[in-house]
């Protein structure tokens, strides 16, 4: 094999070498898989890379390939903002049709808030997925909890992963042992079971959107419900559906 020209790709973190029988490539972080040849590559349709003679790169995930008879390939390495997972509720007697709400604290394990109720715990690298109670540390909280809709999650200054739900208050998540749900009779910062959002403040307080009020939960433990009044009016009894600083 005859190669022409070799350039390192510092996106992608590959090196790039041209031949007559295409492009080759080598991932500099698994190198003991070694060079992977390449004789075409996919943009509209499938495009020949025989012969190619030379490459250029900008530094910045542009790569032009000069082929003998084709003209200039253009290549960019660098990440579609867009990647699309699906999760598998096969087995599951959810009727689940869309996701809710979603988070992550690391961008591989997900919490997934599913329509028009349930929840769902989703690893990218994996595939795999767990449902409700199944989800090991959910096997506490009551099936008819996963029954309501969870429409926003957070994590606190602590670790805590906090879950609102639309009918039964919050489901708190520790860093370690199993969820438990914190509702209007056994806290002071639930005062409305139907919760809609959840907003975890840069000071370690935790907002609480409700049905009908908003309240806030402080990093003793404590918390209050909120009075909003502008002028003479009163609009502590309001639907509070977002909360952003």
């Known amino acids: ?145 996963f029954e309501s809709p969870l429409p926003s999650a957070i994590q606190r200054y602590n670790g805590e992963i906090w879950l609102a739900s639309s009918s039964y208050g919050v489901i708190v998540l520790p860093v370690q042992g199993k969820a438990k749900l914190v509702d209007k009779d056994d806290s002071t910062f639930v005062y409305d079971n139907y919760v809609n959002t959840l907003y975890a403040a840069r000071d370690g307080k935790v907002w609480i959107g409700q049905r009908y009020c908003l309240s806030v939960a402080h990093k003793d433990g404590s918390g209050e419900k909120k009075i909003l009044r502008e002028g003479g009016t009163d609009f502590s009894n309001c639907d509070v559906r977002g909360i952003s600083e």
């Open 1 to 145: 094999n005859t190669y022409y020209k070799i350039i390192e790709d510092r996106i992608s973190q590959t090196i790039w070498a041209c031949c007559r029988e295409g492009i080759s490539i080598l991932d500099l972080r698994h190198e003991q898989a070694g060079f992977v040849n390449h004789r075409s590559i996919m943009v509209q349709d499938t495009e020949d890379l025989n012969f190619c003679i030379d490459l250029t790169t900008d530094g910045d995930g542009n790569i032009w390939i000069a082929t003998f008879s084709d003209g200039v390939k253009h290549v960019n390495t660098r990440p579609p903002f867009f990647s699309f997972n699906t999760i598998n509720l096969q087995g599951s007697s959810l009727p689940a049709s869309s996701v809710s709400s979603v988070f992550s604290t690391d961008g591989v394990r997900f919490w997934l808030g599913l329509y028009p109720y349930g929840l769902a715990w989703y690893d990218r690298r994996s595939g795999k997925t767990l449902i409700n109670e199944n989800i090991p540390q959910m096997s506490s909280i009551s099936r008819k909890v």
